[in-house]
Every structure is written in structure tokens, then in C-alpha cells.
């Protein structure tokens, strides 16, 4: 396993600080961020993608290393090549899911933001759901076997897929029927029950820094092709919904919900602090379910940055009453970083 130690000594040779990622998810958004704090960024990426990142200036990288396959991070040239630019990686979903949790704690000899064993915890489901139960959040009931299916449940896989394969199932023959078809037979799954109500995602970052978690914005996804079918009501028991997330839908949630959203956010860094100290830093998203007698209902922990931040480059209607200036998820992560430069305090927030 990579230490915090062996990290420290990393950053401790670094004459600068590079800011980098894969060329996915949130990437333009993390390489705007940081170009606004006056960081040097690097992108990892596949050649048939580098034009594609070049036609965005002001979200540009840098540098880029160049990689047939995102796996290759793994690879001791690649990582040797981050280290000489002096990189600090920011994960995000494409990297959790194209590198792996589990290779990120054994493999990764770079220097990352945040708390790199807070990934394992949101790719386990088990752990997930001890880390919400443990803040106090109300999560759907989960059913233990295909045989106690009693109402409708969503089938769930483990790591950042998007939603991809996840399936609706009202008893254990639509379960069999549904494994079947995603060709997820004979993997790990998770059967959930499936809470009707609003969907909500807020965003926060907390600060070990300030000892702030902060409320940045929240956003509502779209799906393919669950959303689509509302549009044709009269076939859809002719159709199988599938919840392949393909955009994100900005959201301003009524004032009196925003003290519930923000008390979440709290318990589930203080949790953390006890689960895995010294627990989560940086963005997260805890994605909800507000029903119809305004209770939030909590599925999911994405204990990184998340793709609905990309909706708010130049702020969202709640980053404007906590900054002055255009403050989106990616440009709070580099402001962040500049901080602990300026305090010596890099360790605490990289590792």
C-alpha cells in the first residue's frame, strides 16, 4: 500500500506544483480552475483526444502525456513522467473507474488531492452504506437476495459507471431476466429499493484547512433512457428504462431545504473522521432523493468531484454568497491547494 509517508517524500522533492488529470469527467473544468489560481496543468490522454482539448484555451493543458490506454498510469514511466512535472493528480470518476480504487491505494506512487482511501469506501457498497448510516442519512432499503425482492427495486453495480446496466425489477423473475440482459451475470450488484421523489445532488468541498464544508451548487442528471420516456407515457410498459447518465441539469432547490442539504454534508465528514480518519477532504456528492414530505433519501456517496459540477465553470447561485469571484468545484480544489502551499500545509490535503 502507498503511505502517506512515501507521499510526503514525493512532494517534498517537488520544486512546484503541477496540476493534473486524465482528459475526462471534470477535466476541462479542473484545468480552467487551475489556470485561474496560476497553476501549470497537465492532461493525461489518448491522441484521438488531445485536438479536442486543444480547441479549449482557457481550459487548455499545459502539457500533455500522451497514453494508448488510461490504465497505463499504473505504468512506473508514466508515473515517473508526473513526478518530474511535479504532478498533483485530481480524481475524478473517469479515473477511479479506468485506474480502480484498489490500484490507486497499492500502485499510484503520485501525489493526489484528497484522501485517496475515502475512493475505496465509495466503490464498496458495503462501506458506503456504513459510512451514511453511521451520519445518520436515510438510506433506501436493501435487500439482501433476489427472493426478499417484495417492490420495486433498482439493481446497482459497483464503481463510476454512470449508471450503466443499472435495472428496475419488481420480483425475483424480473431480477433473474434483468442480470441476464446487462450481462453482469455471476458480478457483485447491490438490490436497493427504489424511493420515488425528486432527485437532488448537491456538491460540497470541506476544507481541513478552514474546518468549513462548504454548499457549492447541485445539479439533477439526465438519463437515457428513463428521462426520455416520459415523453411517450402510453408505450412505456413496452420499453426497458436504462439510466445511462448522458448530461446534467443545473438546480436551485427551495431555500428551507438548504439547511437539511448542508447538515448532511456536515455528518458525512464527521463520519468519515471516525471511519477513516482523518477522513474525506475536498468535493464530494452525496446524490438524494427529496420524496414528497421533504425527507431526504440517500443512495449514493461520489466522494470525489462530480460531472454535475461542470455546469457551474463560473459559479452557481451558491458559490456567489460564499466568493466574490467566479468560484466553480475545480477552481475550489486549486484554491485550496494554494493554500496549503502558502501554510506548508500540502500533507494535510495530499496524498
Known sequence: MI????IKEILDRYKSTTIATICSH???QIFHGAREEGFKTLGICKPE???FYESFPLAKPDVFVEVEDYSEVLDDAIQKKLRIENAVVIPHGSFVEYVGAENILEKFSVPMFGNR??????????KEGRWLNAAGIRMPLVFKKPSDIDRLVMVKFPGAKG???????RNEDEFHQGIEESGMKGGEYMIQEYVIGTRFYPHYFYSPLTGNTEFLSVDVRYESNIDGMVRVPHIMDNLDPTF??????PVVVRESLIPKIRDMGSSVVE?????????????FCIETICTDNLEFVAFEISARIVAGTNLYI???????????????????ISREIKMAMEGGLLERIIY
Open 244 to 249: 445511462v447518465v448522458t448530461g446534467n441539469i
Open 3 to 6: 503511505t502517506r509517508g512515501d
Open 314 to 332: 463560473h459559479g452557481s447561485p451558491y458559490s456567489q454568497l460564499l466568493y466574490r469571484e467566479p468560484m466553480s468545484t475545480g477552481r475550489r
Open 49 to 51: 483526444l488531445r485536438g
Open 26 to 28: 471534470t477535466a476541462l
Open 163 to 169: 449508471g450503466k446496466s443499472y435495472f428496475l425489477a
Open 117 to 126: 482511501e475515502v475512493l475505496e469506501w465509495e466503490s464498496d457498497r458495503k
Open 271 to 283: 463520519s468519515s473522521e471516525q471511519l477513516f480518519p482523518p477522513g474525506i477532504n475536498g468535493p
